[in-house]
DNA sequence: CGTATTTGACCTGCGC
DNA sequence: GCGCAGGTCAAATACG
């Protein structure tokens, strides 16, 4: 529910210079629909009531000609301003129950996808947990294949699709037309390993990169020259979904799961709240890299980067660095 | 005064 | 082992 009106928020934040959307997004959350809503609401009765205002005017010029019948024409007015009124507001309240029903599909649906996921997690816990390794993060094992696809199915698709299957129908409630949602966004998640190499290749991508939203291409090449190197990591394209995983092919590399999104604003509302506790200027890259964890909840281990694109600086790329424990 | 941000120091992992 | 770069910590500072 929080995703859908803070992805809500994000589409209309993209037009917004930067500044201190992060902070405006946090305010704003939860709160945007119903004031909407809310607007919209006083726009119709203000409508009604000026209706009334005209109606009452044309009834006083009448009064100026002076009459006997002045107070059943007065009252008749009354009486067809306040059905006006009336009917409007009944509009209003038929329009308000659409909203609800959507709304409430969509609470249905987010419901349904986060007990979806919290099976296939556990499925996926224990069949690692089978296996033992202690060096799993988000018990992925990076030489475990198995659980590398099967991680990659569970999580991504339920945030890809879902993500996006939500902005669009919560676009749809307003009118909006919405082709790719994710392209519009210019989101895109992805699931890797990491060492400092792979990200200094990544970095690399990044400024070489035209489209912005090529991350939803399956295949990445950024490897191609990486083939006398046999060591490096190597990326997987999982099922075309838009989502790569990042199979490490070193044993002994630490494993973890990474989500990237991307968005034109100078933050993206996620529906969580993020505090910033680091900021570091990385190497070939002007603009600092911030660091966030999440405060959402007391001991949250979730944390996560915001690094300007070096093209349009404007731009930032986010990064989960570590979903695990 | 409580909370968020900034920033320099420190820790860790990786490549040479 | 050393140096470098990325990531984190925590004291200082800013802000509402």
Same mark, same amino acid.
């Given at each position: ?55 009452? +005017?044309? *009834?006083? =010029?009448?009064?100026?000609? $002076? ?8 009252? &008749?007015? @009354? #009486? ?96 909006? +037309?919405? *082709?790719? =949602?994710?392209?519009?966004? $210019? ?8 060492? &400092?190499? @792979? #990200? ?98 007391? *001991? ?26």
């Amino acid at each position: 529910m929080d995703i859908d009106l803070s992805l809500k928020m994000d589409a209309e934040n993209e037009e917004e210079e930067d500044g201190d959307e992060e902070r405006h997004g946090r305010e704003g959350e939860g709160n945007h629909q119903e004031s909407e809503v809310d607007r919209e609401n006083t726009h119709d009765i203000n409508e009604a009531a000026g209706g009334a205002t005209t109606t009452t +005017t044309i *009834g006083g =010029g009448g009064g100026g000609g $002076g009459g006997g019948d002045d107070s059943s024409l007065e009252l &008749s007015l @009354q #009486e067809s301003s306040k059905t006006e009124e009336l009917s409007g507001l009944h509009m209003k309240i038929s329009r308000m129950k659409e909203e609800n029903k959507v709304l409430r599909k969509i609470v249905d649906q987010t419901m349904k996808d986060f007990h979806d996921l919290q099976i296939r997690f556990a499925a996926l816990q224990q069949n690692l947990d089978q296996k033992k390794d202690p060096q799993i993060s988000l018990g992925l094992h990076a030489n475990d294949k198995k659980a590398v696809q099967e991680v990659a199915k569970a999580i991504p698709r339920q945030f890809d699709s879902n993500y996006i299957q939500r902005h669009q129908a919560v676009a749809s409630t307003k009118g909006e +037309t919405v *082709g790719e =949602g994710a392209d519009e966004l $210019g989101l895109s998640l992805r699931l890797q390993t990491s060492s &400092s190499q @792979q #990200e200094r290749e990544e970095d690399m991508e990044e400024n070489n990169m035209e489209d912005p939203t090529a991350l939803f291409a399956p295949a990445i090449s950024q490897n191609n020259n990486n083939n006398s190197n046999s060591n490096k990591v190597q990326r997987t394209d999982l099922g075309g979904s838009g989502i790569s995983a990042h199979g490490a092919s070193l044993a002994n590399r630490k494993a973890r799961v990474s989500v990237r999104a991307r968005c034109q604003g100078a933050t993206m509302n996620d529906g969580c709240q993020w505090r910033k506790y680091g900021q570091k200027i990385a190497k070939g890259n002007p603009c600092p890299r911030a660091y966030y964890r999440c405060t959402v909840a007391p *001991g949250c281990p979730v944390r996560k980067q915001a690094r300007h694109s070096i093209r349009d600086h404007h731009r930032l790329i986010f990064i989960i660095p570590e979903l695990s424990r």
